[in-house]
C-alpha cells in the first residue's frame, strides 16, 4: 500500500465550474479559495474532532479485525458528512477520503489488503440519491492506496430502516437478509478485505457484510469509516 499523500489541484473543467459556482467550505459555508484543493477551510480543518486510535478493535464491530476511524461523527465532521450524503455533493467524497488518507497514513503499521470493497447502498435509493457515498470514497482510497476496489461482490437486497434509530433487536431484523454475495463473489476467497463505509454508529451494518465475507472464505477483514458516533 502506498503512504505517500498528494493533493492533485483543480483541472479545467472544475475552475470553470468555480467561477460560477465558487467552491464553498463544506462545514462553515465559507467561500474557499480559486485552487484549494479540498472542500473544507483551513480552520475548519484544523478543528475536526479526530479519532487518533489507529486500526483497533471494537467489540460492537463483531467479525471484523480491527476498525480505522479518522474522526469522532461529532461538530464540524457531523456537518460535512450531512452535507455529503443528503446535499447532492458527491464531489466532497474526494475531500473526505483525502482527509480520511491524512490520517491513515500516520499509522506506522498499516495492515496488507487485497481489495477494498464497500458497503453497497440498495439500487433504489442509489436512484435517488445519484450515487453511493460509500462507493465513491473506495474508490478515491483506491487510487490513494494502488488497492484495487471491487464492486458488486457485495449487494443489498432492499430498503432498511436508519440503524442509529432502532434498539439492538430491532437493529438485527432490520437487516436479515438485507446483504447478498454478488457474482464474481468466489474472488473472496482467501482474501484480506478492506471494508469501508462513511459511519460507523451501532456496528451492525459492518457486522453483518463482515459474516457474508467470511462465509465466503476471506482470510481478514478490517475495516475503515470516516467517523465514528
Not at 472544475?14 to 473544507?40: G, Q, T
Not at 482527509?99 to 433504489?124: G, H
Not at 465475507?213 to 478490517?222: A, I, K, P
Request: charged share 25%.
Amino acid at each position: 500500500m502506498k503512504h505517500k499523500l498528494f493533493y492533485k489541484p483543480p483541472g479545467l473543467p472544475e475552475k470553470l465550474i468555480r467561477l460560477l459556482f465558487p467552491a464553498k467550505c463544506m462545514v462553515c459555508d465559507r467561500i474557499l479559495i480559486e485552487n484549494s484543493v479540498l472542500y473544507i477551510c483551513p480552520s475548519c480543518k484544523k478543528s475536526l474532532p479526530k479519532y487518533e486510535r489507529g486500526f483497533v478493535k471494537n467489540f460492537e464491530v463483531q467479525l471484523v479485525d480491527k476498525l480505522f476511524a479518522g474522526f469522532y461523527y461529532k461538530e464540524g465532521m457531523e456537518t460535512a458528512i450531512h452535507t455529503m450524503k443528503f446535499n447532492n455533493h458527491p464531489r466532497l467524497t474526494q475531500t473526505m477520503s483525502m482527509l480520511l488518507w491524512e490520517e491513515l497514513i500516520k499509522e506506522e503499521s498499516i495492515p496488507r489488503f487485497d481489495c477494498i470493497v464497500p458497503v453497497p447502498m440498495y439500487s433504489k435509493k442509489k436512484r435517488q440519491r445519484g450515487y453511493n457515498q460509500t462507493e465513491l470514497l473506495a474508490k478515491q482510497l483506491s487510487v490513494l492506496s494502488g488497492v484495487e476496489m471491487r464492486t458488486g461482490l457485495l449487494l443489498k437486497n432492499r430498503m432498511t430502516k436508519p440503524q442509529s434509530r432502532l434498539k439492538r433487536k430491532e437493529r438485527l431484523e432490520n437487516l436479515k437478509g438485507a446483504f447478498s454475495l454478488g457474482k464474481g463473489s468466489e474472488y473472496l476467497e482467501g482474501k484480506h478485505v478492506l471494508l469501508v463505509d462513511d459511519v460507523v454508529t451501532t456496528g451492525t451494518t459492518l457486522t453483518t457484510c463482515a459474516k457474508i465475507l467470511r462465509e465466503q472464505g476471506v482470510c481478514s477483514v478490517y475495516a475503515i469509516v470516516i467517523a465514528i458516533a
